[in-house]
């Protein structure tokens, strides 16, 4: 079965770092595009970045050139490099296997429990 363990959230101050980490398994992980989600208290969730096998990436407006997404197939991790973090990325971060098709990515079914990333002074 497909299995997603995210990592490495925490309590940060406005600016500070963090760096999650997803392990997956049960997947053809070089088949897929992996990609980080958030949910916030009272949102829907909503896709962070995404990156394919070769390295190819996409972030949302909100954390370009704060975030960087980053995986290693051969060790199946998939990682998010968070800089400079704001109060409103506090969130549960997902991460997420997929694919593009239709002009998006569309991510699988399987969700981790998530990882719980609170920005707060």
């Known amino acids: 079965q497909v299995q997603l363990v995210e990592s490495g959230g925490g309590l940060v101050q406005p600016g500070g770092s963090l760096r999650l980490s997803c392990a997956a398994s049960g997947i053809a992980f070089s088949l897929v595009v992996m990609g980080w989600y958030r949910q916030a208290p009272g949102k829907q969730r909503e896709l962070v970045a995404a990156?394919?096998?070769?390295?190819?990436?996409n972030y949302a407006d909100s954390v370009k050139d704060r975030f960087t997404i980053s995986r290693d197939n051969a060790k199946k991790m998939v990682y998010l490099q968070m800089n400079s973090l704001k109060p409103e990325d506090t969130a549960v971060y997902f991460c997420?296997?997929?694919?593009?098709?239709?002009?998006?990515?569309?991510?699988?079914?399987?969700w981790g429990q998530g990882t719980q990333v609170t920005v707060s002074s």
């Open positions: 997420s296997a997929g694919y593009y098709g239709g002009g998006r990515y569309n991510p699988n079914d399987s």
């Open positions: 990156i394919t096998s070769g390295g190819s990436t």
